[in-house]
Antibody, heavy 120, light 107 residues
Framework: QVQLQQWGAGLLKPSETLSLTCAVY????????WNWIRQSPGKGLEWIGE???????YYNPSLKSRVTISVDKSRNQFSLKLSSVTAADTAVYYC??????????????WGQGTRVTVSS | EIVLTQAPEFQSVTPKEKVTITCRAS??????LHWYQQKPDQSPKLLIK???QSISGVPSRFSGSGSGTDFTLTINSLEAEDAATYYC?????????FGQGTKVEIK
């Protein structure tokens, strides 16, 4: 059974760069999209972006200028960087898997979530 | 961007009652609509895929219906363990989007 385990810094100052990593255990890394999603009280669930095993990415236009998602195939890991954070980026960040084939485009499983707080 | 609007935002329900949650899309998405359950301090969990397809391990009291722009999640005979927030999500187009959530409380 596939499990996603994520980690990263939980407290940042304004203007710093958020950095999170998600490791995939117990399943194939290829043949899927690997996603980052965040959840804040004010905006609910917000999709940040996705990457496949080859490194092709798509970002939410609302965050595109500040987001970089990368992949390390050798370690079955993918990472999120969000630059120039502000208090508005305070949220719980999740990683999640999505199928690539038609009829498989749902998010499952999800990582355990990482609470990130931006405060001076 | 496709906007998903859920209703109601909050529902207080007695055990064994039937719960109906709706999700309306701002444009037609076929059946590319999925439902998730999120309990406090947990990650969202997939409940229903592609509007009406059941998920292994999910109790049969959960069901979904709809296509195009209007979708429904139904919980038949609510149980105490169903207290949670429920979200819809569309995979018809990028960027992926979610409904704002419906919190179900047990009376």
């Amino acid at each position: 059974q596939v499990q996603l385990q994520q980690w990263g810094a939980g407290l940042l100052k304004p203007s710093e760069t958020l950095s999170l990593t998600c490791a995939v255990y117990g399943g194939s890394f290829s043949g899927y999209y690997w996603n980052w999603i965040r959840q804040s009280p004010g905006k609910g669930l917000e999709w940040i972006g996705e990457i496949n095993h080859s490194g092709s990415t798509y970002y939410n236009p609302s965050l595109k200028s500040r987001v970089t998602i990368s992949v390390d195939k050798s370690r079955n890991q993918f990472s999120l960087k969000l630059s120039s954070v502000t208090a508005a980026d305070t949220a719980v960040y999740y990683c999640a898997r999505e199928g690539t084939a038609p009829g498989t485009r749902w998010f499952d499983p999800w990582g355990q979530g990482t609470r990130v707080t931006v405060s001076s | 961007e496709i906007v998903l609007t859920q209703a109601p935002e909050f529902q207080s329900v007695t055990p064994k009652e039937k719960v109906t949650i709706t999700c309306r899309a701002s444009q037609s998405i076929g059946t590319s609509l999925h439902w998730y359950q999120q309990k406090p301090d947990q990650s969202p969990k997939l409940l229903i895929k592609y509007a009406s397809q059941s998920i292994s391990g999910v109790p049969s009291r959960f069901s979904g219906s709809g296509s195009g722009t209007d979708f429904t999640l139904t919980i038949n005979s609510l149980e105490a363990e169903d207290a949670a927030t429920y979200y819809c999500h569309q995979s018809n187009s990028l960027p992926r989007t979610f409904g704002q959530g419906t919190k179900v409380e047990i009376k």
